[in-house]
């Protein structure tokens, strides 16, 4: 794996060089777009707006459109705004992981010690586990800032993008009914086909299978046959009571 930013976790007095690495690769289908009447590639110039002229890579710059006119922005005025975020993961405190809605979170990395055998590495990889903590922290990825948790993985440390508080919308725009009331009998059911299905995470069971069917339909594309195309069944209740659907549901688990 290439490192895709250096620098090091602050952890109160103690800094940890560290190298960071993508945790996650995608699974999509790497599609290209294609003009249907002759399958050529459809490309994307990068033209100037006065000149009608294609424009190199190394003459494009970043600007920010100020009143009528623009202020370009260097990468040194990046690292300038904050120069202690682009180089440090500076944690402020220690929040329990479980407090962290899943609704912020974004992207992980990995992280590795920059160098061997470094013991507040591993100090703080302990002590992370022991206290079922996580570390929250602020730095800047890619000219962006970032809140973040550092937390313990099996064997490495873990840091984990998560979304500011602005960042989500309210849900007063949603038509929620309120007012709906649930029965004891209708809860306990629930809860119930709950506890049926409960089982321990394992996510190592499931897979990406939309990818695989649709590689399935390229492949047979490919050979010039015509796909196999499953037909979606709709699954209809046969009460519209809530209580039956429930008892139904369960009977139907214990039988599979």
Known sequence: MRSIWTGSIGFGL??????????????????DMLDSRDHAHIKFQRVN??????????????????DDDYVIIEE??????APEKTKVIEIENFVDVASVNPMYYETSYY?????????????????????????????????????????P???????TRIRFAQQIRS???LNL???????????????????????????????DEYHTE???????????????IKKLKPVKAKSDDLYDQLMSSLNAKKGA
Do not use: W
């Not at 190394?58 to 100020?66: F, Q, R, S």
């Not at 055998?117 to 890619?142: C, D, P, Q, T, W």
């Not at 649709?214 to 196999?228: F, V, W």
């Open 76 to 81: 040194a005025d990046f690292e300038a705004a």
């Open 49 to 66: 707006e006065h000149t009608k002229k294609e424009v190199p890579y190394d003459k494009i710059v970043k600007g920010y459109k100020y």
């Open 153 to 159: 993985v099996d064997d490495a440390i873990v840091v």
């Open 214 to 228: 649709l590689m399935s339909i390229i492949e047979q594309k490919a050979k010039g046959k015509r796909p196999t």
């Open 111 to 151: 992280t590795e010690p920059a160098t061997k055998k470094n013991k507040a590495y591993a100090l703080l990889l302990a002590a992370l586990k022991k206290s079922g903590k996580a570390g929250l922290a602020r730095f800047v990825l890619r000219s962006t800032e970032s809140l973040c948790i550092v937390h």
């Open 14 to 31: 103690v800094s940890i060089p560290i190298k960071l690495f993508s945790a996650v690769e995608e699974t999509r289908l790497d599609l």
């Open 171 to 173: 849900q007063e725009d």
């Open 177 to 207: 009914d309120e007012d709906i009331k649930v029965s004891d009998k209708e809860l306990k059911m629930g809860l119930a086909l709950i506890e049926q299905y409960a089982e321990p995470l394992d996510l190592s069971k499931y897979k």
